[in-house]
């Protein structure tokens, strides 16, 4: 490549990013895709916080889905720190009409899910010998 076709490649290429950084763009405006009818409301919504971390919240929207969690701190086992405790349960229904329900806890031990649609753990049977 000769010296004159890289100098024109490169002020060509340095026009179109500067004609595009150009462009206005309003951050506050949804994309059109988001201010379509695929917006959902929140028919209602409760929060509760207290200074001790202890907390509540829910939400329903108006799709039928839900969400109710509550929380509070305690010692960790370890008894050299605090953690948080959770518990909760949330609903929705799938694209294809079917309704899901997950009731959880979650602590210093990881997050601890049950709902009949996961998979549920194999109970060996005993071994006689």
């Known amino acids: 490549m000769s010296m004159l076709t890289f100098v024109t490649l490169s002020a060509v290429l340095v026009a179109l ?23 959902i409301p929140v028919v209602s919504r409760t929060e509760d916080r ?3 971390g202890a907390f509540n919240f829910k939400y329903l929207t108006g799709d039928g889905q ?7 701190t305690k010692r960790n ?21 079917i309704t899901y329900q997950v009731t959880y806890t979650a602590d210093e031990y990881g997050f601890h ?9 194999v109970v060996a049977p ?3 010998f």
């Open 50 to 52: 207290h200074d001790d």
């Open 66 to 72: 839900s969400v109710q969690e509550s929380g509070v």
């Open 113 to 121: 899910p049950v709902a009949s649609h996961l998979p549920q753990p």
């Open 77 to 97: 086992h370890e008894n050299d720190g605090n953690v948080i405790v959770k518990s909760g349960s949330y609903q929705f229904t799938s694209p294809e009409g």
């Open 126 to 128: 005993p071994v006689t």
């Open 17 to 39: 990013t500067s004609a595009q950084a150009q462009v206005p763009f309003n951050h506050f405006q949804a994309p059109q895709s988001i201010r379509s009818a695929n917006h």
